[in-house]
């Protein structure tokens, strides 16, 4: 199985993702009441029922949670408004942001 740094490729190319992705992100999710100035929206789409979640932006540094943003891009594009929906099961997202309380 190839690591995520393959999968990225080099480390310069991970951080042209990222930009391409911070870019997308602040032209195309509008702003929630009730969700913190640093923070946004995203649903898991996959499994029983979609969950939603309250993401910090420091997560937009974490190897995992940039290949769901990259599947998020290919599957539904960013031309979504408001919320981002995000091809993953509840429990994977879970595990990836943790038991902290965001």
Not at 74 to 93: K, M, N, V, Y
Request: glycine content about 12%.
């Amino acid at each position: 199985m190839a690591k995520l740094g393959d999968y990225w490729g080099s480390r310069k190319g991970s951080r042209g993702i990222l930009r391409s992705i911070m870019g997308k992100l602040q032209t195309c999710l509008s702003v929630f009441k009730g969700v913190k100035q640093g923070y946004f929206v995203v649903v898991a789409t996959e499994g029983r029922k979609p969950e939603r979640f309250v993401i910090e932006l420091g997560f937009l540094n974490n190897l995992e949670f940039l290949k769901f943003l990259k599947q998020a891009e290919e599957e539904f594009g960013f031309s979504q408004e408001g919320t981002l929906a995000i091809p993953c099961r509840p429990d994977e997202l879970r595990r990836i942001i943790g038991t902290r309380k965001l």
